[in-house]
């Protein structure tokens, strides 16, 4: 992973936290001073907590486990979504469906159900069995799946961990991964308490620059953690051929 500098989180305003008189004081650990009436983050502590939450996703990627993203307010939806592409991340990102934690066999069932419509459609537009009717509103309805399901639907159990913008206004996806035991990583702001997560990452969480920042970085660990399994498999292959050349 790339070095964080200190210059290039003030460059992206992760310093910037909320009007003051917003502030939780849970929050008073990571705040450097005030300016203008706007509270001032810590950038030694958010580079540190920004390197903790990194190594600890390439760590567990590495392991083959399973990482979920949810970035659903709206300044955060565009950078999510080209993130998840660039680097095949799984996240949520026009909102979070409730009990995808707590339920989450009947959730996932929404999976299957998508499986089904495309089944369905291929079949329908290749054989021509069904009327364009029907065919139109499965298509519908798979849009809408996709929507919120489609970067999800290869999730077989639940996520080890989860990855939390605005950890105040995701608070119901907090509160469902407490209750299943499910690790959290949030990018906290000066009006949230930094305790509701496992590794919390003090930083402006309404910047655009910010929240890439962020994003881009972590999304780059759980990629390394992914290549490390490949190289590791790599090895594996050549020692078992090597033994295998040698028994021979």
Same mark, same amino acid.
């Given at each position: 992973?790339?070095?964080?500098?200190?210059?290039?989180?003030?460059?992206?305003?992760?310093?910037?936290?909320?009007?003051?008189?917003?502030?939780?004081?849970?929050?008073?650990?990571? &705040?450097?001073?005030?300016?203008?009436?706007?509270?001032?983050?810590?950038?030694?502590? =958010?580079?540190?907590?920004?390197?903790?939450?990194?190594?600890?996703?390439?760590?567990?990627?590495?392991?083959?486990? *399973?990482?979920?993203?949810?970035? %659903?307010?709206?300044?955060?939806?565009? +950078?999510?979504?080209?993130? %998840?592409?660039?680097?095949?991340?799984?996240?949520?990102?026009?909102?979070?469906?409730?009990?995808?934690? =707590?339920?989450?066999?009947?959730?996932?069932?929404?999976?299957? =159900?998508?499986?089904?419509?495309?089944?369905? +459609?291929?079949?329908?537009?290749?054989?021509?069995?069904?009327?364009?009717?029907?065919?139109?509103?499965?298509?519908?309805?798979?849009?809408?799946?996709? +929507?919120?399901?489609?970067?999800?639907?290869?999730?077989?159990?639940?996520?080890?961990?989860?990855?939390?913008?605005?950890?105040?206004?995701?608070?119901?996806?907090?509160?469902?991964?407490?209750?299943?035991?499910?690790? *959290? +990583?949030?990018?906290?702001? %000066?009006?949230?308490?930094?305790?509701?997560?496992?590794?919390?990452?003090?930083?402006?969480?309404?910047?655009?620059?910010? &929240?890439?920042?962020?994003?881009?970085?972590?999304?780059?660990?759980?990629?390394?953690?992914?290549?490390?399994?490949?190289?590791?498999?790599?090895?594996?292959?050549?020692?078992?051929?090597?033994?295998?050349?040698?028994?021979?």
């Amino acid at each position: 992973m790339k070095d964080i500098s200190l210059r290039e989180l003030l460059e992206a305003g992760c310093h910037f936290g909320h009007h003051a008189e917003r502030w939780n004081p849970k929050a008073y650990s990571f &705040i450097y001073g005030e300016k203008n009436g706007i509270h001032i983050i810590n950038l030694e502590l =958010t580079k540190k907590g920004l390197e903790e939450a990194g190594a600890y996703l390439k760590k567990i990627a590495s392991e083959g486990k *399973t990482i979920l993203f949810v970035a %659903t307010k709206k300044q955060a939806r565009p +950078i999510m979504r080209e993130i %998840t592409q660039k680097y095949g991340l799984m996240s949520f990102i026009e909102r979070w469906p409730g009990g995808f934690l =707590t339920n989450f066999d009947q959730v996932a069932k929404n999976f299957k =159900t998508m499986d089904a419509l495309e089944k369905f +459609i291929s079949e329908a537009t290749e054989k021509k069995l069904n009327t364009k009717k029907e065919v139109l509103m499965a298509n519908k309805k798979l849009k809408k799946l996709m +929507i919120i399901y489609g970067s999800v639907r290869g999730l077989k159990s639940l996520p080890d961990c989860l990855v939390v913008v605005d950890i105040k206004k995701e608070q119901k996806t907090i509160e469902e991964a407490k209750r299943r035991g499910v690790k *959290t +990583i949030g990018l906290v702001d %000066t009006n949230a308490d930094p305790r509701e997560v496992d590794i919390s990452v003090p930083t402006n969480d309404d910047a655009v620059g910010a &929240i890439r920042y962020m994003l881009e970085y972590l999304g780059e660990a759980v990629v390394e953690g992914r290549n490390m399994i490949v190289k590791n498999d790599d090895k594996s292959e050549i020692r078992s051929t090597k033994s295998e050349i040698n028994s021979n």
